[in-house]
T-cell receptor, first 109, second 113 residues
Framework: GQNIDQPTEMTATEGAIVQINCTYQ??????LFWYQQHAGEAPTFLSY????GLEEKGRFSSFLSRSKGYSYLLLKELQMKDSASYLC??????????FGAGTTVTVRA | IAGITQAPTSQILAAGRRMTLRCTQD?????MYWYRQDLGLGLRLIHY???????GKGEVPDGYSVSRANTDDFPLTLASAVPSQTSVYFC????????????FGPGTRLTVL
């Protein structure tokens, strides 16, 4: 199985940078995903890492270290619309996802 | 239809009643999934199907059943609802038997009294 930990809440100021950490223990690793979920809505895909290193997509970047069981999602130039929950999910060898409980990010003006 | 649809959007159900949550996708994805999302626990996998005609159990399958008669539809049935099944239910799909990212439906908010 998977054990996935991420902080419950984070607060940041508009225009700032926030880093959301995710640590995991897994019995079979086949990739790590980050999803964004606004209140009352469905999760939407943000990023995917399967190899070590940094993946950049506009204002969002995601990093993976498989040896350390560690990933982070970096949100730059924060905007009010970035206020949401961010879900870390680990995929196993059978392509099933296990999700962390999510990190609620609040962006303040 | 574009993407994944779920029905109903919300439902209040008496304990002991049978309920089927519907999920339909038009992306021709092979793999489909049912999750429940509870405050503080995140998304938990109930059942999944890697391709039409096959299903498997996830982390929390008890009290739920699924079927996958065709590629597009993946209904979730609660045979006899209990209050602990009060949750938000999300259906998802992915291409390549699960190799791709998962796309989520809008969710069904279920309350069992």
């Amino acid at each position: 199985g998977q054990n996935i930990d991420q902080p419950t809440e984070m607060t940041a100021t508009e225009g700032a940078i926030v880093q959301i950490n995710c640590t995991y223990q897994t019995s079979g690793f086949n990739g790590l995903f980050w999803y964004q979920q606004h209140a009352g809505e469905a999760p939407t895909f943000l990023s995917y890492n399967v190899l070590d290193g940094l993946e950049e997509k506009g204002r969002f970047s995601s990093f993976l270290s498989r040896s350390k069981g560690y990933s982070y999602l970096l949100l730059k130039e924060l905007q009010m619309k970035d206020s949401a929950s961010y879900l870390c999910a680990v995929r196993d060898a059978d392509y099933k996802l296990s999700f962390g409980a999510g990190t609620t990010v609040t962006v303040r003006a | 239809i574009a993407g994944i649809t779920q029905a109903p959007t919300s439902q209040i159900l008496a304990a002991g009643r049978r309920m089927t949550l519907r999920c339909t996708q038009d992306m021709r994805h092979n793999a489909m999934y049912w999750y429940r999302q509870d405050l503080g626990l995140g998304l938990r996998l109930i059942h999944y199907s890697n391709t039409a005609g096959t299903t498997g159990k996830g982390e929390v399958p008890d009290g739920y059943s699924v079927s996958r008669a065709n590629t597009d539809d993946f209904p979730l049935t609660l045979a006899s609802a209990v209050p602990s099944q009060t949750s938000v239910y999300f259906c998802a799909s992915s291409e390549g038997g699960g190799a791709g990212e998962q796309f989520f439906g809008p969710g069904t908010r279920l309350t069992v009294l």
